[in-house]
């Protein structure tokens, strides 16, 4: 087919032909709805139809859609210029992210890293923690350990501390670099916690510490809440136990809160439901208010100077579009936005009216547990669902859905109301019924 059969073809078919999607068959594609505009938290296709997005488009919209301050941020800015080097240059708008950013999270951070995506956050670091130790003479300690049912992103070295078994990744797992692994903590968050290492989580963490004490560089962590593993939430005191293990043994922690943060849980970081905080903390998805792909990696003048103190002397990462200026006026914006309102009462009532509403699906036979923290609600099934199945369904509910694994869950926009949300909380309830 030349260029003239392409340019003919109708958007949505041009698509299913030629477009790949995220976790999709690259030959058979799935169901794609072609959206032509988005406000507040609805998503408008071509065909008229209007879907309540109770995704937040991967987590990342919590201000909803069209939002007329982040549109100016982002004009104002292009009128400026839209994008410069950030080898050798600055530019105001990464300054004053970078400032919001250390006076929101507390504790000892003092250097942010400006990355493009919450998946090279990651990369960012775990190199951040493998030069650290290879600068301060610790040359053996080059792995990661974690915990199962983790995901840290799509590329290759966060690959490797996703769950090696049930993650998305397994099939590279015969190429990928072999890491650390412990079981999931045992010990949910509404749970009362067990002061008893065998039966907490904390006795397997202490003793693969103690065992790869020479080998591991640092623990990386989703705190309280793993989201694409399996949306589990779990109790913040293994946090507190594992920072401790972590300075027993030489390792950094590293708490990866890109899906958690800015107050997805109710509280601004994750890591604010325990008494510590990491090393090295990874940031992205609603940083921007999901207007544009930026991510931030945060540490610790220690972690800095001791990269510092030993050659090559610099951190060996640098994206040609670190620090983009639009993407930093975006987040500016969407961080002055939260920090104007009351956010904390919108996602504290959001978990109320997800916990009472989903429970009605526990009376369903094929499902097996529902929860909900701050704005996020999950229906889990006994059986894995099919997100292409679901789609099919979204346009006759009204709601847009993408379950994955056995979990039907949603994570609205914080601005979404309650008549919506109870949509949004009936049409996951349908979708458990039907699929």
Known sequence: MGLTGLAGLPPSEFDHKHVLHPYDNPISSGNTFLVKYAEGVHLHLDDGIKLIDAMSSWWSVIHGYNHPKMNAAIKEQVDEFSHVMFGGLTHEPAVDLVRQLLELKAGDFSKVFLADSGSIAVEVAMKMAQQYQYSIGNETKSKFLTIRSGYHGDTWRTMSVCDPDTGMHHLFKGSLPVEYFVNQPPIAFDDEWIDDESLNGVGELRATLEQEQDKVAAVILEPVVQGAGGMYFYHPEYLNQCRALCDEYGALLIFDEIATGFGR???????????????????????????????????????????????????????????????????????????????????????????????????????????????????????????????????????????????????????????????????????????
């Open 265 to 435: 849980t109710g509280e601004l970081f994750s890591a604010d439901f325990c008494d510590i905080d990491a090393d090295i903390v990874c940031l992205g998805k609603a940083l921007t208010g999901g207007y544009l792909t930026l991510a931030a990696t945060l540490t610790t003048d220690k972690v800095a100077e001791g990269i510092a103190s030993r050659e090559p002397g610099v951190l060996m990462h640098g994206p040609t579009f670190m620090g983009n200026p639009l993407a930093c006026a975006a987040a500016n914006a969407s961080l002055q936005l939260l920090g104007s309102q009351d956010w904390r009462s919108k996602v504290l009532n959001i978990e109320s009216q997800l916990r009472a509403e989903l429970q009605v699906a526990l009376e369903l036979p094929n499902v097996t547990k529902v929860r909900a923290l701050g704005g996020i609600g999950v229906i889990e099934m006994k059986h894995v669902v099919s997100a292409n199945q679901a789609h099919s369904l979204c346009k006759h509910l009204g709601v847009w859905l993408r379950p994955f694994g056995k979990c039907i869950y949603t994570m609205p926009p914080y601005i979404i109301n309650r008549q919506q949300l109870t949509k949004v909380t009936h049409a996951m309830i349908e979708l458990a019924e039907r699929l």
